[in-house]
Every structure is written in C-alpha cells, then in structure tokens.
C-alpha cells in the first residue's frame, strides 16, 4: 500500500533527525575520544605540570608525559604533582626511573604534594630536585603491602567448591580458596622484605640517610607534611603555587613562568559512565586492576 504524501513528508522528517542524531554523537564521540594535546608550547619560560592522581596502577601515561617535556628544548622543568596513597611496585619503580633519568639530563622536576603523597607517592617523588609538601599532606607509608581475601568459609557455607590443578606448591599460593599454609606465608614475607629492602635503599640514597636512620622512618607510619619536613623526608614545606616558583628557581626563569599541562584524556564511554555512575574508574583500581605487591597506604577507616 502505498504512502500518502502527508505520510512521506512524516518520514522524510523523521529520518532528517535520525542522521541529525547520528551525526551529532559521531562528533561527540570523536570529540571526546581524542586525546587532547598539551596547550601550545612557545619559546620562552615554560613549566610543565604532569599529574599524579589516584592510585598508581599504570606508569605508562605518566612516564609519556615526563619523557615528552624532557625532550622538549622549549620546556625548562617539570612539576610533579602528587596526590596518591601509592600502588602498585612495578609501576611506581618506572615513574621513579624516569623522574630520576630527568634530574640526572639536567631538567629539574619539582614535586608538589597534595592531599596524599604517600608509599608509591612518596617513592616516586624520591628523585626530584625538590619536594615540596603541604604542612597538612599526608605523606610516608615506607613499606610494603600484599593482601589476600579468603572466601573458602563462605563457599562451603552454601556449597561450593572448587579444585585446582597446579603444576608446583606455590602456583595458587594466596589464592582466595583456600588458607594460606606456613611455608607459603614465609615465602610471601621474604618476598615483601627483598620489595621493602629496595624502598628503604631508594629513600636512603635519595635523602642522604644512614641505613639504620631510615629503617627507623620504614615502619609503614605516615606522617603529616610538618612532619616530614622536620625528619627530613622532604625539602621544603609550600603550596602548589610555591612549588611552581621553586620549579621556576631552579630552571633560571625570571619572573612567572607559563605553565602547560595536557587536558584530561577521556574516551565518549568514560565520559558517559561518569555522568551516570559517577567515577567508575576508581571502582575498577580499587577491586579490579590492583597489583599483588604495592608500595600502598591501607585505605583508613573514618567513622
């Protein structure tokens, strides 16, 4: 049956704003999927700000950040600003290296603490030039952190097992099915300790400590920013802003430097997922994506 004119004018609207709708989440979608690059760098006194933030799960973004601004003539030092309770080793070892490789090429990086530098935030601020830490940053957390959830009660509880095929005693050692056995704890403790001996070293080297000094400073404590300062565990004690003129300082800009960063890369469902649930990412760090061995503050318990 054919349409009535009337009928073909309706679809004809119809299908107008349905390739109006496509193409405007396409556009959206390619908007928000790019990643931005960092504001236009000219000659000149430049500062480059790369963040920290959260829990160091991956070191790979970071690590891009810092080797682009060492790299680039026109940038004279890098702030790293820190606000994280740590994470995992691995990663926080590869910001540690190329922090410190930047140091060593003679571009300074100035770290500028947040809330929270603490564990792998700490450790990774260990080569900077300068830390520079709020009177109030929690900061310390030297040590060492791998925890293993056991669920073996529960499933029997509501009748489930579970078998496991292994090729050696250790290959399901810490597995959530079963209690751990003595010698696999002895084997866990003396893997934490060869991990902690490597922190200890680092912060003794980078702060000029005696070894028996920073065991003392390693118990896991944290400390407040006032604190650090006067035990020695940072260099100065200032804001954001004090960081950015010490990164200045140091670099031989005069006057206020101009600062660059890149904006916040985030894909269409990133951006979708926030605005409907909220910062999903930080669900997914904390239950999913966590390593085993972290260099990590334990989450505090506020009541």
Avoid: C
Avoid at 49 to 60: H, P, R, T
Avoid at 95 to 105: D, Q, R, S
């Amino acid at each position: 049956m054919a349409l009535s004119r009337s009928g073909k004018w309706a679809l004809g609207i119809l299908g107008v704003f349905f390739i109006f709708f496509i193409f405007f989440w396409v556009v959206i979608l390619l908007f928000l999927s790019t990643p931005d690059d960092s504001v236009r760098i000219g000659r000149g006194n430049n500062v480059a700000v790369v963040e920290i933030d959260g829990v160091i799960v991956s070191a790979e973004d970071v690590v891009r950040q810092i080797k682009k601004y060492r790299d680039n003539r026109n940038v004279n030092a890098i702030l790293l600003r820190v606000d994280s309770p740590g994470g995992g080793v691995a990663a926080s070892q590869e910001i540690y290296e190329e922090v410190k490789k930047t140091v060593e090429n003679g571009k300074p990086v100035v770290v500028s603490m947040g809330a929270v530098a603490a564990s792998g935030g700490y450790y990774v601020s260990l080569p900077a030039s300068s830390i520079v830490a709020n009177p109030g940053t929690i900061t310390g957390s030297i040590g060492v952190i791998s925890q293993f959830i056991h669920v073996d009660e529960m499933l029997d509880k509501i009748g489930v097992d579970v078998t496991t095929i292994k090729s050696g005693r250790f290959k399901d050692s810490g597995s959530m099915y079963r209690d751990m056995e003595e010698f696999e704890k002895t084997y866990w403790q003396e893997l934490m300790d060869d991990v902690y001996v490597q922190f200890v070293s680092a912060v003794a080297v980078a702060r000029n400590f005696e070894l028996e000094q920073t065991y003392d400073l390693a118990e896991g404590k944290i400390y407040t920013g006032r604190q650090a300062y006067e035990l020695g565990l940072i260099d100065t004690l200032g804001t954001y802003e004090d960081a950015i003129r010490i990164a200045a300082d140091l670099s031989g800009i005069e006057g206020d430097p101009d600062i660059i960063k890149e904006r916040e890369r985030r894909t269409f469902w990133d951006s979708f997922f926030m605005s409907v649930f909220g910062n999903y990412s930080n669900i997914r760090e904390k239950y999913l994506n966590l390593p085993a061995v972290q260099y990590r503050m334990p989450d505090p318990i506020i009541k």
